[in-house]
Structures are given as structure tokens and as C-alpha cells.
């Protein structure tokens, strides 16, 4: 049975304007696509690039966890990062969710003989008749095709084989 939260699908190839971002927006993309999806933001893509890069959020590895967070923040949403978790942490993700809320997370990809760095939202997850884990669903924000990046379901061993083993996880303040 399949859960999938309705989070719109940006990418970081078509969404984006200023062509020297491209490469390098997956990290915003994600959190862009959250945003959209908890409807806190009506700043472009472009506008959240450039001022994460401008205030020191990118670096030559990479989006930085704690400016993304710092981001969703800013935008009214709780968030926090997790590293270093273990297999058995995939349970905290599906109920992450469960209660309606997408979770960021860094994996690897490989680009020829270049294993690179990158970052997915999960949007949805999979059990099978015994409630049990499958895999998860994900956007992928590194597409030009959308209905070959939006909704990806990868299988549970797999996950944990690219899986960098951290993730951001948000929800949506309710004062």
C-alpha cells in the first residue's frame, strides 16, 4: 500500500534561471519543493539560491544542513537535521511521513566514475500487506523529464546502500 503526500515537483534544471545555479541547486530545490508544499513561500527558486549563496549557505561540498534549516525556519516551518542514523531510523522517516511532513535527505549518485553528493525529498512510502517497510518515494530535483523524477520509488535495500545517513526533517508550526 502506498502513502504519497502531494508536494509539487520543482526542478533544478527547469526551475531555475540563473544558469550558473544550476548544478548546484539540489539542496535549495528540495527545501524549495517543501516550501511549496506546506504553501509558506512565494519567493522563486532563483531568489532562495541566490540569497542562500550571497549569506554563505553553499560551499564547495555542498548545501550546508544547518542553512537549509535555518531556511525553513525562516519560513515558519520546525525543522531539524539528523546524521550519522542507522538502518532501523528508516522507521522515523516513514512517520515523519505518516504525519504529513517530507523529509530531506542526502545521498550519493555517480556521475561516470564520480561518486557526487545530492539531495532528495521523500515524499511517500510503501508497505507491504504485513504493514512492513518497502521503500520510500522521492522527488528528485535533478530532472528535466517530470514524470521520470517526481515520485521514484526505490526499495528499502537500495535506499540504504546510497543513503548518506542524514536527513531533515520538517513540519509545520501550528501556533
Known sequence: MDTILEVPYSSQYLDIDVK????????????????RYYGVSDESLDKLVERGVAEG???????????????FEDHGIESNRR????DRDVAGIRASIKAGNPVVISMQRFS?????FHMVVLVGYRENVKGELEGFFYH???GLFV????????????????WRRKAIFSSRNHH
Open 147 to 162: 514524470e521520470e523524477v517526481s515520485n521514484i520509488f526505490v526499495s528499502i535495500p537500495v535506499f540504504l546502500q546510497y
Open 112 to 116: 561516470f566514475d564520480r561518486r557526487i
Open 83 to 86: 546524521e550519522n542514523m542507522l
Open 57 to 71: 549557505g553553499y560551499s564547495k561540498s555542498g548545501w550546508l544542513h544547518d542553512y537549509l534549516i535555518k531556511v
Open 20 to 35: 550558473e545555479h544550476l548544478l548546484t541547486a539540489c539542496g535549495m530545490t528540495t527545501v524549495y519543493m517543501v516550501l
Open 140 to 142: 528528485d530535483p535533478a
